[in-house]
């Protein structure tokens, strides 16, 4: 099953680093994505959502704001469930997301991996 890490980071410090090294370690395929460039964990950093992949989760670390420009592809493509870290929260994509019949979680990777609830 496939995770995108959406907003991923370069930057050992930032959450969603962190994020593409716990779901590698605990064997799960991710597709780290952002308008950075570079790579995570030698996974090369897509600049755009994958559109034909069959997608289980996103991993969200991206501000509302952020995430609009993300929506319609997102959309077109819906994985099973995304999970929406602190500070990602999003009302508005929650509820399109909602209707289009995918969970919609606000947890935090990091602590569900841990508890071993991802």
Known sequence: MITVVLGASTN????????VEVLLEAKHEV?????KKGS???LPIQSEYPKDVKIDTIAMYLGAENQKAHYDSILANPPRR????PGTYNPEFQQLLKEKGVDVVNDC????NSRGIY
């Open 31 to 35: 597709i780290p994505v952002s308008i």
């Open 40 to 42: 995570v964990f030698d």
């Open 109 to 112: 990777v990091l602590i569900m």
């Open 82 to 85: 995304i999970i929406f870290n």
């Open 12 to 19: 050992p410090r930032r959450y969603s680093y962190k994020a």
